[in-house]
């Protein structure tokens, strides 16, 4: 029988999976993230449904139809082996992902088979007439999903557990993804300068109701430790090293915790054991590169710094972070942990090659761009010694906001180096107007006048003091 294209497509939008998530390939790296659901079914066997559908989603994504379907079939054997009784309503991510999968193979009799598939067992399953059926299971996992693909849908992930919770408050699971969407979105706002929203009572009430997972005891621990509850979180951590000494999710978060308390050596010695289990975790990693750069920048600080050891540890920080840079091109902070390496080696002519690399792609986030910039504008400073170049960079990054750790930091530094030149007779009407934008982008209104009176009254006909001057007089 020809099907309908049209109603095909219109159905085919209407199913709950991967497919209708909207969970764009951009902002991951496919082989990475592939690596790492596959090192999760090795470690996490009972979540296997859900990693084999969005293996499958990945599968798609990386043009292996074939491969795709031969992970829907061990979705579906999972199925039958973990919930006998209740195999349709188990089955509605899968089977829709069956669905898209064939009409993208241009299979569409078998895709209109998955498609009327799930519509006659939501018909069965739902209490509501046109059938459309809202389970908590599936916005869960479509919360896991989205959780896998970054920081741009962590807010969304937040929404979907918070709806599976409203039916059962009480599933482990379900706490557990939401505290962690928690977490996630918290690191998030502390970095970039937005409102923070604690999530320890989210962590406290997961590991409560889910003993066993080590994931969000390491995650409890990191979060008193970003409260400055160090001693707690050192408890969890110690405890989850006992529970599951050779699982690398929690050996990642232990290390983490290591690095950031300054116990660098014990985090790399975790980290290594980790590596050791899933060696192509980009995770570990950016972790260990940034071990060896640390070790290689406190050598740096003392009187005579052993020269050949480190060129070791430089070279050893370069070669973790190239990895994840070629595996996941769009962790954007690896880029500037990269270039200050080779600075760090006096590899001037890389490090620049590297900022450049990564300040000409059109995808990163402004917050991100500006984390960038700020670093870009300390490599001008502190290694080119050029401080032009310097104060070029930290005013691009202000021009994008104030309100981010490096729009304050950029903020700060500029002012100061502006002043400095000002101060000390070298500054011309260009470095005193600049220095008005400066104020004025910090919000400093008052300082922004009288810089651009000055500036006006040593280069009378220049229009940009003119206009800027009229501007902040008409806001005062």
């Known amino acids: 029988s020809a099907i309908s294209m049209d109603s095909l497509k219109t159905s085919l939008l209407q199913l709950e999976c991967h497919f209708?998530?909207?969970?764009?390939?951009?902002?991951?790296?496919?082989?990475?993230?592939?690596?790492?659901?596959?090192?999760?079914?090795?470690?996490?066997?009972?979540?296997?449904?859900?990693?084999?559908?969005?293996?499958?989603?990945?599968?798609?994504?990386?043009?292996?139809?074939?491969?795709?379907?031969?992970?829907?079939?061990?979705?579906?054997?999972?199925?039958?082996?973990?919930?006998?009784?209740?195999?349709?309503?188990?089955?509605?991510?899968?089977?829709?992902?069956?669905?898209?999968?064939?009409?993208h193979m241009q299979r569409y009799e078998e895709a209109q088979t998955y498609v009327s598939k799930v519509e006659n067992s939501?018909?069965?399953?739902?209490?509501?007439?046109?059938?459309?059926?809202?389970?908590?299971?599936?916005?869960?996992?479509?919360?896991?999903?989205?959780?896998?693909?970054?920081?741009?849908?962590?807010?969304?992930?937040?929404?979907?557990?918070?709806?599976?919770l409203k039916s059962e408050p009480d599933n482990p699971d379900y706490n557990a993804g939401y505290a962690t969407a928690m977490y996630r979105l918290e690191g998030v706002a502390e970095r970039y300068g937005e409102e923070k929203r604690p999530c320890l009572q989210a962590l406290k009430r997961a590991v409560e109701l889910n003993p066993k997972d080590t994931t969000v005891l390491g995650l409890l621990a990191l979060e008193l430790q970003r409260l400055r509850r160090a001693g707690e979180g050192e408890r969890y951590i110690e405890e989850g090293l006992q529970k599951?000494?050779?699982?690398?999710?929690?050996?990642?978060?232990?290390?983490?915790?290591?690095?950031?308390?300054?116990?660098?050596?014990?985090?790399?010695?975790?980290?290594?054991?980790?590596?050791?289990?899933?060696?192509?975790?980009?995770?570990?990693?950016?972790?260990?590169?940034?071990?060896?750069?640390?070790?290689?920048?406190?050598?740096?600080?003392?009187?005579?710094?052993?020269?050949?050891?480190?060129?070791?540890?430089?070279?050893?920080?370069?070669?973790?972070?190239?990895?994840?840079?070629?595996?996941?091109?769009?962790?954007?902070?690896?880029?500037?942990?990269?270039?200050?390496?080779?600075a760090l080696g006096k590899r001037y002519e890389e490090a620049e090659e590297t900022f450049q690399k990564v300040l000409q792609r059109n995808d990163l986030a402004c917050d991100e761009k500006q984390e960038i910039y700020f670093n870009y504008g300390n490599f001008q400073n502190f290694h080119m010694k050029s401080k032009s170049k310097a104060i070029k960079y930290y005013i691009e990054c202000l021009k994008i906001g104030k309100d981010t750790y490096a729009g304050k930091r950029c903020g700060e530094a500029v002012e100061t180096l502006l002043k400095q030149k000002i101060e000390s007779g070298l500054g011309d009407a260009s470095d005193i107007g600049t220095?008005?934008?400066?104020?004025?982008?910090?919000?400093k209104k008052?300082?922004?006048?009288?810089?651009?009176?000055?500036?006006?009254?040593?280069?009378?006909?220049?229009?940009?003091?003119l206009n800027a001057l009229a501007e902040l007089q008409l806001h005062i």
């Open 20 to 103: 209708t998530w909207a969970l764009l390939k951009e902002h991951v790296g496919l082989e990475a993230l592939e690596e790492t659901i596959l090192d999760h079914i090795k470690y996490l066997v009972e979540y296997e449904i859900r990693d084999y559908n969005i293996l499958s989603y990945v599968n798609h994504l990386k043009d292996s139809n074939e491969e795709a379907l031969t992970n829907l079939k061990k979705a579906e054997e999972a199925i039958q082996k973990r919930h006998p009784g209740e195999i349709a309503r188990r089955s509605l991510v899968t089977w829709g992902n069956y669905a898209w999968i064939y009409y």
């Open 122 to 164: 939501c018909k069965k399953l739902s209490t509501t007439a046109h059938g459309k059926i809202q389970l908590p299971e599936i916005y869960a996992e479509q919360g896991w999903a989205l959780l896998r693909f970054g920081r741009n849908y962590f807010e969304r992930a937040k929404n979907c557990f918070e709806n599976a």
């Open 244 to 342: 599951t000494p050779d699982f690398p999710v929690f050996l990642r978060h232990a290390a983490n915790f290591y690095r950031r308390n300054g116990e660098v050596d014990k985090a790399m010695e975790i980290l290594k054991k980790a590596l050791a289990l899933t060696p192509k975790s980009i995770v570990l990693h950016h972790q260990l590169g940034l071990c060896y750069k640390y070790k290689a920048s406190q050598l740096k600080k003392t009187r005579y710094p052993p020269q050949e050891e480190m060129k070791n540890l430089i070279q050893l920080a370069i070669f973790h972070f190239k990895t994840v840079i070629y595996k996941k091109p769009v962790f954007f902070s690896a880029y500037s942990d990269l270039a200050n390496t080779y």
């Open 435 to 443: 220095l008005g934008l400066v104020h004025t982008l910090n919000g």
């Open 446 to 465: 008052q300082e922004a006048i009288e810089c651009y009176e000055q500036a006006t009254a040593l280069d009378p006909n220049n229009e940009e003091y």
